[in-house]
Nanobody, 112 residues
């Protein structure tokens, strides 16, 4: 069982930045692929970014060049650096481990 706790969300103006963190319990963190998803009101949950156990990354087209996912296996933590934020980035952001375990989500609101 893996427990995930996200932090770092908040309210920011368009063009600003936020860094989300997701801390994981357990000793197998380094073996898991990790990902960030988001869900806006009335929309389906969508993949934002993912990082493999080996460090390979993938991004949704909508965030390429603006967001960066990274992981620190020594701290059991995955990060999402979000720059040049847009109002359409407003959503609840969820962390996942192995697409099996999910955090409770953190709200990101971008004002215009």
């Amino acid at each position: 069982q893996v427990q995930l706790v996200e932090s770092g969300g908040g309210l920011v103006q368009a063009g600003g930045s936020l860094r989300l963190s997701c801390s994981a319990s357990g000793s197998a963190f380094s073996a898991y692929a990790m990902g960030w998803y988001r869900q806006a009101p009335g929309k389906q949950r969508e993949l934002v970014a993912r990082i493999s156990s080996g460090g390979s990354t993938n991004y949704a087209d909508s965030v390429k060049g603006r967001f960066a996912i990274s992981r620190d296996n020594a701290k059991n933590t995955v990060y999402l650096q979000m720059n040049s934020l847009k109002p359409e980035d407003t959503a609840v952001y969820y962390c996942t481990a192995a697409y099996t375990y999910w955090g409770q989500g953190t709200q990101v609101t971008v004002s215009s």
